[in-house]
């Protein structure tokens, strides 16, 4: 539990780039007052520390996720971008891929249950592995206020989606052994086969891809219905989309973009945004032109565990991706797929699908993103320079926001706090005073190299240890909304720091930024927080950095594209003046 005084004199720091000398004047009066005001909330945390394993996990489920209303994809679900496949508009190729994949996922859900899976370390602290438990078999149920969480620990079938069309494939074969790819493709091709016999298009889908309200309706005539199907879909262990050929919507991005925006939401109606189930935890993506993305519920886990299957995958894949898999012995004929049939009439459910279809296409045609796939250099160039690569990258992202926009940005940088049992995230505020400084300094024309340099290095010793104090449960952003939910639960007003110009501008986070790598360049992807801000996740490789960037096209100020070339820019700015510096000193 961190010590109020202590997260109120850090949480100052962190308002100054966003406040006048006269606002912060006041911030730090009411801040003062807080302190004092706040101590029987801070008790009322102490005493619920006591009682549960975690004082803030149960809060910030309800109120980051199951209590969210909007809609799951862009804004809370994020993607996972594999590297593109060339199936060269091969079914074989395309299933036999995808066959592999299955199996591997599969693997690693058996590595889970025998407790084999490496334990996640942050520094020499083991990390809680219990995110890992929850995702297979894994399904948020929409509510009306707030939603809830299944969790089926075994189930031995997934979910295969085409053209909106589901079937139910099982995993184990007539004699309870686990299938193998050939098994898995043969499976795949007669999904196939039997989703391009029916011909139509299923719609279902799309009803999960709306604001939790307009689900709980359309799910409340399902579970009347259709509840043996809806049951099926919601006890899979996971879903598997097998998608169009995405070369062909027209989109005119280049190939990890696309990856990147299929995965989020499908492409929209027109294309893929009807073949799938966006409450399951887990949702492997393979389309036929190559692109292969995972769609992960956020409820459940963070991107990391997710990330860390498709490391276990393409570990896999590379081991053996040429071998056939057409077999003439085939499966048991009782194990092949069979599609699962909605009784409900479309015409029931037709408006809300109609509403359902127009809003998906509403936010497809609003999202911005751009992959920057860096080529310059890596985390290993950043170590040489004794430099810490998150660090590093970090005051890039400040510099290119400044550089493009004259004013500071709010930042939320992920901090993992899985060192503690249930631990979620906090916040590094990657914005600051020392941050702001440096990306002043570096545009003056007027300052010398010299200057530069120290305000880079200042600036990045800040967020180091900001981001040491975050992992450590120690960050301010967890606290102060746990003491405001205190007051809610203890019946006492809103403190009036909250309403202060100081806590609302520095909570405002602009830039939601995330380090979470790949050891094969795989990269996360999300929507940004705020509609005129960016989502900026990252993966750090030795010799490469890449960059998912997104944004609203509705909001003027924000272009994806841009923001992509000026960090490009502001990278290489920084190495070259970290190289030419150090060379001065020789």
């Given amino acids: 539990m961190p010590e109020l005084t202590v997260t109120i004199n850090k949480w100052l720091e962190t308002t100054k780039p966003h406040l006048t000398e006269n606002e912060f004047a006041k911030t730090k009066l009411l801040a003062e007052s807080f302190v004092n005001e706040a101590e029987p909330l801070q008790d009322y945390l102490r005493q619920k520390s006591q009682k549960k394993k975690n004082w803030f996990s149960d809060w910030w489920l309800d109120m980051a996720y199951l209590g969210y209303r909007a809609p799951l994809p862009v804004w809370s679900s994020p993607g996972i971008i594999m590297p593109p496949q060339d199936f060269s508009n091969s079914d074989e190729k395309w299933l036999s891929f995808t066959a592999r994949l299955v199996e591997a996922v599969l693997d690693y859900k058996r590595k889970i249950d025998a407790d084999l899976v490496k334990v996640d370390m942050s520094g020499s602290l083991p990390m809680d592995m219990v995110q890992y438990t929850q995702l297979y078999g894994a399904t948020r149920i929409p509510g009306l206020v707030s939603d809830s969480q299944v969790v089926d620990s075994d189930p031995n079938y997934i979910i ?87 070369q062909e919507s027209g989109s005119g991005k280049d190939k990890l973009t696309s990856t990147a925006l299929n995965g989020l939401h499908g492409m929209g109606t027109g294309v893929n945004g009807s073949n799938r189930w966006y409450d399951k935890a887990l949702q492997f993506i393979v389309a036929k032109s190559g692109e292969v993305a995972i769609c992960n519920e956020h409820s459940f886990a963070e991107a990391v565990p997710t990330m860390n299957i498709a490391d276990h995958v393409i570990d896999i894949l590379m081991q053996d991706t040429n071998a056939s898999l057409i077999t003439s012995g085939g499966i048991d004929i009782q194990s092949l797929p069979t599609i699962l049939p909605f009784k409900t009439e479309v015409e029931q459910l037709h408006p809300l699908i109609q509403e359902s279809s127009s809003n998906l296409d509403s936010l497809v045609s609003d999202l911005d993103m751009k992959v920057l796939d860096y080529q310059e250099f890596g985390k290993e160039a950043v170590k040489r320079l004794q430099l810490s690569p998150d660090s590093f990258i970090q005051m890039g992202i400040q510099l290119a926001f400044n550089q493009m926009h004259q004013v500071p940005a709010a930042t939320y940088e992920s901090a993992s706090t899985r060192i503690f049992a249930e631990g979620r995230t906090d916040v590094i505020r990657s914005c600051s005073e020392e941050s702001l400084h440096f990306s002043k300094i570096f545009q003056s024309q007027q300052e010398s190299l010299a200057a530069k340099k120290e305000a880079l290095i200042n600036a990045m010793k800040g967020h180091n240890s900001y981001a040491k104090m975050a992992v450590q449960g120690q960050g301010v952003d967890r606290h102060l909304q746990g003491l405001k939910m205190a007051a809610t639960e203890m019946g006492r007003p809103i403190p009036e720091l909250y309403k202060d110009s100081g806590y609302v501008r520095s909570s405002r986070m602009r830039l939601s930024t995330s380090q979470i790598s790949s050891r094969h360049g795989s990269l996360c992807c999300y929507g940004p927080l705020e509609l005129d801000g960016y989502g900026c996740s990252y993966s750090i490789g030795s010799n490469q950095l890449r960059f998912s960037i997104s944004a609203m096209k509705s909001n003027q100020e924000t272009d994806a594209d841009e923001f992509a070339s000026r960090l490009a820019k502001s990278l290489t700015d920084i190495h070259d003046l970290c190289i030419v510096t150090a060379k001065a000193k020789l």
């Fill in 160 to 246: 295969v989606m085409h053209r909106g069309n589901a079937f139910v494939m099982e995993t184990k074969d007539v004699n309870g052994n686990d299938l193998n790819a050939s098994q898995i493709y043969f499976s795949l091709q007669h999904t196939l086969a039997e989703s391009k016999r029916l011909g139509s298009i299923g719609k279902i889908g799309l009803l999960t891809s709306d604001t939790r309200q307009s689900w709980y309706r359309a799910h409340q005539v399902l579970k009347v219905q259709d509840s043996e199907t809806l049951s099926k879909i919601e006890g899979s262990s996971f879903i598997l989309c097998l998608d169009e050929n995405l």
